[in-house]
């Protein structure tokens, strides 16, 4: 039986596409690493050209749909005034102690139309927070959640870092209850053990399997651990993406390590193209604005997205016939030896209607070709589909394709078939 995602969980799936912001106190101290122990003075933080309008203006250029900000990382540094801590914004320089990242962020992103996220690492290694399992702990994980959870508006995604708490104890119940009591609609990152609506793809390079199933009963919880974690049963989990623009995920002195266009472009199609979401951090600077090389390189990202998938070649609408769908040019009826129009493509892209869960299996993509129409040939073989699956094919003036579903849990429906040239 196929398990249903949930409304939200759909929703997610057609964000398909988020910016992580990773900033913070180790904007300042370049050369720090997670968990190395190394001290970073709160004085540290001043942020005198901090514009959040400007991250976020970006993620609308290029065609993102949700932002995510590091409101408190490793390090225990606070991004907004929190009354449980003496280590963050409130005691830094930055506008005397007054000023705010997380309201002038989430401000932003209303401004712009784009979906809220924070996150916010359950595990920290200093700064006056003994982070040891017990009651102390937990009292300090939720009021600094309650806090960010209810000072600032509708928070549509808490993204919950799992590194660190390998083998940590946590009063997850507890902690879940206070989420969802303060946030109902709210959509959770984190461990398969908490109450999670979005699960880590398995790796920080930005891509997911072809085969890349709805419905899992285990996944990997962290990168500081090879071991995956096993479910009691199956459950419906859409897969995040989350990769970095450079080789750090906060801002360094290593502007020649941004990846070029192609690579990114190929991380998009290997995440939303194979049914999960793609989250591309970049690290703002530490006067708080956005490296204009990175800028560059994210802006030649969004015109490449929109260049080649903004219009689809044309074809009409789908028809069904059993198990196969198919779409076709208008110079499919012509006569065999009549000149066509047909468009040259080499993607394909099919959707799936999830609303009743996952079901396709394995399927055939067929291109019919310019001349003889009403022959076909195999120009792709794949698996799962999902929210969304981009299948690159050789160049072909195609009159028509056809995508036949092989194998499926229960009933199927296509959505939607689409010819690109990329």
Same mark, same amino acid.
């Given at each position: 039986?196929?398990?249903?995602?949930?409304?939200?969980?759909?929703?997610?799936?057609?964000?398909?596409?988020?910016?992580?912001?990773?900033?913070?106190?180790?904007?300042?101290?370049?050369?720090?690493?997670?968990?190395?122990?190394?001290?970073?003075?709160?004085? #540290?933080?001043?942020?005198?050209?901090?514009?959040?309008?400007?991250?976020?203006?970006?993620?609308?250029?290029?065609?993102?749909?949700?932002?995510?900000?590091?409101?408190?990382?490793?390090?225990?540094?606070?991004?907004?005034?929190?009354?449980?801590?003496?280590?963050?914004?409130?005691?830094?320089?930055?506008?005397?102690?007054?000023?705010?990242?997380?309201?002038?962020?989430?401000? =932003?992103?209303?401004?712009?139309?784009?979906? &809220?996220?924070?996150?916010?690492?359950? =595990?920290?290694?200093? @700064?006056?927070?003994?982070? =040891?399992?017990?009651?102390?702990?937990?009292?300090?994980?939720? @009021?600094?959640?309650?806090?960010?959870?209810?000072?600032?508006?509708?928070?549509?995604?808490?993204?919950?870092?799992?590194?660190?708490?390998?083998?940590?104890?946590?009063?997850?119940?507890?902690?879940?209850?206070?989420?969802?009591?303060?946030?109902?609609?709210?959509? $959770?990152?984190?461990?398969?053990?908490?109450?999670?609506?979005?699960?880590?793809? #398995? @790796?920080?390079?930005?891509?997911?399997?072809?085969?890349?199933?709805?419905?899992?009963?285990?996944?990997?919880?962290?990168?500081?651990?090879?071991?995956?974690?096993?479910?009691?049963?199956?459950?419906?989990?859409?897969?995040?993406?989350?990769?970095?623009?450079?080789?750090?995920?906060?801002?360094?002195?290593?502007?020649? $390590?941004?990846?070029?266009?192609?690579?990114?472009?190929?991380?998009?199609?290997?995440?939303?193209?194979?049914?999960?979401?793609?989250?591309?951090?970049?690290?703002?600077?530490?006067? #708080?604005?956005? =490296?204009?090389?990175?800028?560059?390189?994210?802006?030649?990202?969004?015109?490449?997205?929109?260049?080649?998938?903004?219009?689809?070649?044309?074809?009409?609408?789908?028809?069904?016939?059993?198990?196969?769908?198919?779409?076709?040019?208008?110079?499919?009826?012509?006569?065999?030896?009549?000149?066509?129009?047909?468009?040259?493509?080499?993607? &394909?892209?099919?959707?799936?209607?999830?609303?009743? #869960?996952?079901?396709?299996?394995?399927?055939?993509?067929?291109?019919?070709?310019?001349?003889?129409?009403?022959?076909?040939?195999? &120009?792709?073989?794949? $698996?799962?589909?999902?929210?969304?699956?981009?299948?690159?094919?050789?160049?072909?003036?195609?009159?028509?394709?056809?995508?036949?579903?092989?194998?499926?849990?229960?009933?199927?429906?296509?959505?939607?078939?689409?010819?690109?040239?990329?």
């Amino acid at each position: 039986m196929k398990l249903k995602p949930t409304r939200g969980q759909i929703e997610f799936l057609h964000w398909e596409f988020g910016v992580f912001f990773h900033f913070g106190i180790r904007s300042f101290y370049p050369g720090h690493v997670d968990w190395d122990g190394k001290e970073m003075p709160v004085e #540290g933080f001043n942020p005198d050209k901090l514009d959040c309008e400007e991250w976020v203006k970006m993620v609308k250029e290029i065609g993102a749909t949700y932002a995510i900000l590091t409101t408190k990382h490793h390090d225990g540094f606070a991004l907004w005034p929190s009354k449980y801590s003496n280590y963050g914004v409130a005691q830094s320089p930055w506008k005397d102690g007054k000023g705010d990242v997380v309201k002038e962020f989430t401000d =932003a992103c209303r401004k712009y139309g784009i979906k &809220v996220g924070l996150y916010y690492s359950p =595990a920290q290694w200093g @700064n006056g927070i003994k982070f =040891a399992a017990g009651k102390e702990y937990d009292d300090y994980f939720i @009021n600094q959640i309650s806090e960010l959870l209810t000072n600032y508006g509708k928070i549509d995604y808490l993204w919950f870092d799992g590194c660190g708490s390998e083998g940590h104890t946590y009063d997850r119940q507890r902690i879940v209850g206070e989420i969802f009591r303060l946030q109902p609609e709210i959509l $959770t990152f984190c461990d398969p053990e908490w109450a999670p609506c979005v699960r880590w793809v #398995g @790796n920080e390079d930005g891509y997911a399997s072809l085969d890349n199933p709805l419905a899992v009963s285990a996944w990997d919880f962290s990168e500081l651990t090879g071991k995956s974690v096993d479910l009691s049963q199956e459950f419906c989990l859409p897969a995040e993406c989350d990769c970095k623009l450079r080789s750090t995920w906060f801002y360094d002195d290593n502007e020649a $390590t941004i990846k070029p266009l192609d690579e990114l472009f190929g991380m998009y199609e290997g995440s939303v193209g194979h049914g999960s979401n793609f989250l591309l951090n970049v690290g703002p600077d530490n006067h #708080g604005q956005i =490296a204009q090389a990175d800028r560059a390189r994210m802006l030649e990202l969004g015109e490449k997205i929109k260049a080649v998938y903004s219009k689809p070649a044309d074809y009409g609408e789908m028809e069904r016939d059993g198990d196969c769908y198919s779409v076709s040019h208008v110079d499919f009826t012509k006569q065999y030896s009549a000149p066509t129009t047909a468009p040259v493509i080499n993607r &394909v892209v099919i959707c799936e209607d999830l609303t009743d #869960g996952q079901a396709v299996r394995g399927f055939k993509v067929y291109a019919h070709l310019p001349h003889y129409k009403h022959k076909r040939i195999l &120009v792709h073989i794949g $698996t799962t589909i999902g929210h969304k699956v981009i299948c690159p094919i050789c160049a072909i003036r195609a009159t028509k394709l056809t995508v036949e579903i092989t194998d499926s849990d229960g009933e199927h429906k296509i959505t939607k078939i689409q010819g690109y040239f990329a």
